[in-house]
């Protein structure tokens, strides 16, 4: 793990992943406009509820994942990942943007993006590009901006929650309010627990989690199939 971490630390002081990391967390700010959801969500309880839902759109784009790995490596190049997007009608960033944030979530410098690398790059696209919900071409249920919307909203939603001043990023005082939500006593995590959760997300051990950080632990917490090994390898 430890190589893993320095490579996303070392990355983060890149002056182009600084202004990306920056622009998801203005993001994350506007995003409480259009994700009512998140008010819903009340305690650790009713987002593990989400669980089972989230677990199995994940599962779906794992299904997308493999087949845009022409070559069954088991990771997904540029010239992949663009002919994915354009498939998923999410190629609205520029080239040099997707690049950008291609480069960003190969977190493990395999100069391939691994399927939880995927997950986060899609999602973070799916967030930036402002895709719109309207589709005038039908779409299956494995494919098509909607798909990708209903994996990734609810998860958007968790992360608002969990973002109690609403300023983009998490910092652990909220996070632990949050979840040991004292209206819910029955549902209230132990300190340890909540404490073990944050430092999953806080891989520079700065106090402040951005989106992109929170999603790579989120899918260990849902209990996505190889998250675990991959967090902690």
Same mark, same amino acid.
């Given at each position: 793990?430890?190589? #893993?971490?320095?490579?996303?630390?070392?990355?983060?002081?890149?002056?182009?992943?600084?202004?990306?990391?920056?622009?998801?967390?203005?993001?994350?700010?506007?995003?409480?406009?259009?994700?009512? =959801?998140?008010?819903?969500?009340?305690?650790?309880?009713?987002?593990? #509820?989400?669980?089972?839902?989230?677990?199995?759109?994940?599962?779906?784009?794992?299904?997308?994942?493999?087949? @845009?790995?022409?070559?069954?490596?088991?990771?997904?190049?540029?010239?992949?990942?663009?002919?994915?997007?354009?498939?998923?009608?999410?190629?609205?960033?520029?080239?040099?943007?997707?690049?950008?944030?291609?480069?960003?979530?190969?977190?493990?410098?395999?100069?391939?993006?691994?399927?939880?690398?995927?997950?986060?790059?899609?999602?973070?696209?799916?967030?930036?590009?402002?895709?719109?919900?309207?589709?005038?071409?039908?779409?299956?249920?494995?494919?098509?901006?909607?798909?990708?919307?209903?994996?990734?909203?609810?998860?958007?939603?968790?992360?608002?929650?969990?973002?109690?001043?609403?300023?983009?990023?998490?910092?652990?005082?909220?996070?632990?309010?949050?979840?040991?939500?004292?209206? @819910?006593?029955?549902?209230?995590?132990?300190?340890?627990?909540?404490?073990?959760?944050?430092?999953?997300?806080?891989?520079?051990?700065?106090?402040?989690?951005?989106?992109?950080?929170?999603?790579?632990?989120?899918?260990?917490?849902? =209990?996505?199939?190889?998250?675990?090994?991959?967090?902690?390898?």
């Amino acid at each position: 793990m430890r190589s #893993m971490l320095c490579c996303c630390v070392s990355s983060g002081s890149n002056k182009k992943y600084a202004e990306l990391d920056a622009k998801l967390a203005r993001k994350m700010v506007e995003s409480r406009r259009y994700y009512p =959801g998140h008010r819903s969500l009340k305690s650790i309880d009713s987002v593990i #509820m989400k669980f089972p839902k989230l677990r199995e759109g994940l599962r779906k784009i794992r299904t997308v994942f493999e087949s @845009y790995d022409s070559d069954g490596n088991g990771t997904i190049d540029m010239e992949e990942l663009k002919k994915c997007l354009v498939e998923l009608e999410l190629m609205s960033l520029s080239e040099e943007e997707v690049k950008g944030l291609y480069g960003w979530c190969d977190v493990d410098g395999s100069k391939g993006i691994q399927f939880n690398e995927f997950i986060v790059l899609l999602c973070l696209i799916y967030l930036l590009a402002k895709p719109s919900s309207q589709s005038s071409s039908e779409e299956s249920s494995e494919m098509g901006p909607k798909m990708v919307e209903s994996i990734f909203d609810p998860i958007v939603e968790v992360f608002l929650f969990l973002d109690k001043d609403g300023k983009g990023k998490l910092n652990k005082a909220d996070v632990i309010k949050r979840l040991n939500n004292e209206d @819910y006593p029955l549902e209230i995590s132990p300190k340890h627990v909540t404490n073990m959760r944050f430092e999953e997300m806080d891989w520079g051990r700065k106090g402040k989690v951005g989106f992109r950080e929170f999603l790579f632990a989120f899918m260990s917490w849902v =209990g996505l199939d190889d998250a675990d090994d991959y967090i902690s390898s």
